[in-house]
């Protein structure tokens, strides 16, 4: 799905404007989301402003529920993640893995070097200058295009999901074109929520104890929770590895510009090779960019995506230990009671209750986790495949700058 | 080799050959013919003082007149506070005394292009290697092994071997530079003294950066070497040649910073500045201005440039340690893997990040060791130019101050003229006529100087932009290729794993 978007960063004193960029098919993460006639959710087009990014969502449905078959809402990161929290809260989806939400877009980092190059203008020559203002304008732009497809993606999971797609909340969330007020939770919510964190990672300690009568389920416990951490760990120090890459990039473009005023300047023989030389270098830095980039995209943030995975997957595997221990204590009130001959059909009820709960739990989260199996396998081969063709293809551009250079210099020797 | 050469040239020819050879074949047989006989040194001994290793002094060009002044055969040692008096005489360990030629220091520039012509088949290697730590504690050093190899006859031998430390170098460079620098010839300068590194060496950390700084050090002496012998001049010089050859080599204790000469040099370089200041010169020739302002500009970007190189050096090196990290990583990722087909993937990706990693480190090793190397030794280099270039703005000042001088001188004859003591007005006058004299001759004499730094400038000033250029290409296609073979390598390596990714179902 083709989509197109603009980018309008307004800073106090200049505006920086990048025209409108076409983005090809993302849903990178997850290759076999039914494109569904009855249900498609994309992102249509984003707008940055100074602190909130807008997203506009557009859906085409032919289900019944909608007033419409098609239509477009705009809204903000903190609405995506009220719809995700509201997932994780509603009993009915313990059994399921809900669909990471995406991260806060941050571009803390982009605006302040922003900043600091809009200072050091009068330092530096008008060539450095635009230069470096087109490239930090090619990193916010890379940066708003990830966010972009990382909230298009959690959508598109949940349009996906048999169960998830039928919520209402996603329905609102698609359809209502008016604000949905949720404001960002203030102090003392996000006080509850550490708590509550605190208690569930506790929690979780004594759940992941017990053993499970299940093969399957203890197959997975264990590998969730080593596969996790190293998932993390992997991604950690790819970002830290992408990071040199870019230091580095970065390095060429400065030896390349110093190579022109060399060469512009140089009154012997050598001023045609540092003007060659210097272009050979501009070229070939472009190229370790966008290497560096694509590593971005296509391990970097996979890694990343299959952190917050896991993680999900983790939760639905403390939900179903919880729901394992209830109906374990359940079982031994009922037969406490039935052996004081005290409350027994109120201890009956809750067993009962107990019991539906965890098996229901089983079933859907067995599959949900052979789901998650399939997906992962699918998302790793199509991006290490193509991670490893752009790898080829950016080593043989650049091999064939080099060496077309290399022809030109020695001729001229 | 000597054995080889013919007989030599009867002693008379021995005396004639040496004014204006035509090129530089002959400069050598005549050497070779002095190394042989030393009664043909001593038989044109008029020719040149044995007392010095100097040219001769009457030579009316020699601008070194009044160094060899200061020269006493007697002590071998210099005296370590002199650090502007040329060398003593070569030591008893060589038997032999090679004093250059006379007209080294006058060649019309005809002759030295046909030097430069024959210096492509210049057949001299030198090498640095197998440092050594001697001694222990703060009191211990690196020794090198220097090996020439060569067949140019001004040596005695086809393959020489000693030993060095570092200070040798360093005095080695004070002496060529009080001798050669004052005449406009670009000396290229020593490697700088590290207190930090070789403290660390001294104390004898075993670690990678002590191991680095040790080849860092040798491979700078090692072109350090090459470039002062691609000096026509240097080549020949005896300081140069015994440092070459002599198995034994007086310490330069003066090389020392807080010696007595080192407080003198920092003194001089600070009076030095002063001066530079201070003196304005009226440059009457465009040539100077215009190089002047070349290498000020080219000072400036090479510097730039080998801040950038090293911060690559410095993030390639990152970038090779944070790769082999995260292959590290892959790898355990892959070993929880549960999925078979997606671990062997994840395996493999490991082992291309890791031959990668290794890539990274080469290519870093390349950028440093060709590039921001180089860049370094062509920064110090341009300070020697530049300092080249003071030299002669400090000889256009004594010939100026001269000149007022005797301006001085004049009118104080002039005003004699005046006076009224006949008495004492014949001897006052012939004062005056006798300090006239003298100032004259000093005005010529700094004229004559002034001339020839210039002369010389402009000729080192050439070979110079040309061993520039031809630096310069060489290195960089060098690194070039460096870089091509990386690709090359990378390419090898992704087009293996494409296959493994593929290969997930």
Known sequence: MKQTFCVIFKKESSIIAVDSISCGP???????????????????????????????????????????????????????????????????????????????????ASREKLQKLGE????????EFTKMKQELEAEYLAIFKKTVAMHEVFLCR???????????????????????????????????????????????????????????????????????????????????KIRSHKNAADDINRIASTLYTLGT???????????????????????????????DLKLADLLKYYLRESQAAKDLLYRRGRALVDYENANKALDKARAKNKDVLQAETTQQVCCQKFEKISESAKQELIDFKTRRVAAFRKNLVELAELELKHAKGNLQLLQSCLGVLKGDT | MSEEREPPPLPGAAQTVFPEPQDAEDLFVSAASAMESPEAACLSAE?????????????????????????????????????????????????????????????????????????????????????????????????????????????????????????????????????????????PPAPEKSIVGMTKVKVGKEDLSSVEFVEKRRSALERYLLRTVKHPALLKDPDVLQFLESSELPRAVSTQALSGAGILRMVN?????????????????????????????????????????????????????????????AAMLGNSEDHTALSRALSQLAEVEEKIDQLHQDQSYADFYLISELLGDYVRLITAVKGVFDQRMKAWAKWQDAQVMLQRKREAEAKLQYANKPDKLQQATDEIREEIEEWEGKVQQGERDFEQISKNIRREVGRFEKDRVKDFRVVIIKYLESLVHTQQQLIKYWEAFLPEAKAIA
Not at chain 1, 200 to 222: I, M, P, Q, R, W
């Open chain 1, 26 to 108: 993302h849903c990178l993460m997850n290759v076999d989301l039914q494109t569904d006639a009855t249900l498609q959710v994309d992102i249509s087009d984003a707008l940055s402003e100074r602190d909130k990014v807008k997203f506009t969502v557009h859906t085409k449905s032919t289900l019944p529920n909608f007033k419409q078959n098609e239509f477009s809402v705009v809204r903000q990161h903190e609405e995506f993640i009220w719809l995700h929290d509201s997932f994780v809260e509603n009993e009915e989806y313990a059994g399921y893995i809900i669909p990471p939400a995406p991260p806060r877009p941050d571009f803390d």
């Open chain 2, 269 to 329: 370089k600070a009076a030095d500045a002063v001066n530079k200041m201070t003196i304005k010169m009226n440059e009457s020739d465009a040539w100077f201005e215009e190089k002047q302002q070349q290498f000020e500009n080219l000072d400036v970007q090479l510097r730039k440039l080998h801040a950038s190189v090293e911060s690559l050096v410095c993030h390639r090196k990152e970038l090779s340690v944070n790769t082999a990290s995260f292959a590290k990583s």
């Open chain 2, 47 to 187: 020719d040149i003082s044995p007392s010095s290793n100097g040219p001769r002094d009457d030579d009316p060009d020699d601008l070194f007149a009044e160094a060899t002044e200061e020269v006493s055969l007697d002590s071998p040692e210099r005296q370590p506070i002199l650090s502007d008096g040329p060398s003593p005489a070569i030591t008893p360990v060589t038997p032999v005394m090679i004093s250059p030629r006379v007209d080294v220091f006058d060649r019309s520039p005809d002759q030295d292009e046909d030097e430069e012509e024959n210096r492509d088949t210049f057949d001299i290697q030198i090498s640095v290697s197998d440092p050594e730590k001697v001694g222990d504690g703060m009191n211990a050093y690196m020794v090198y092994k220097v090996t020439t190899k060569t067949s140019l006859s001004i040596f005695s031998r086809d393959e020489v071997c000693v030993k060095r430390r570092f200070s040798d170098f360093l005095g080695l460079y004070s002496k060529l530079a009080s001798k050669y620098m004052h005449m406009g010839y670009i000396v």
């Open chain 1, 265 to 295: 300047q140089d009154s012997t023989d050598l001023c045609k090779f540092f003007l060659k030389v210097s272009e050979l270098f501009e070229k070939t830095r472009k190229i370790e960019a966008r290497v560096a980039a694509d590593e």
């Open chain 1, 120 to 127: 050091g203008e009068g330092s530096m020559t008008k060539e």
């Open chain 1, 158 to 240: 949940v349009a996906a999901h048999p169960v998830l797609r039928k919520d209402l909340n996603f329905h609102v969330f698609l359809e209502y074109n008016q604000d949905l007020s949720v404001r960002g939770k203030n102090k003392k919510e996000r006080l509850e929520d550490f708590f509550k964190n605190v208690v569930k990672s506790a929690d979780g300690v004594l759940v992941a104890g017990v053993k499970d009568v299940d093969d399957f389920f203890e197959h997975e416990k264990t590998f969730l929770l080593e596969y996790h951490n190293r998932v993390k760990e992997a991604s950690a120090k790819s970002d830290r």
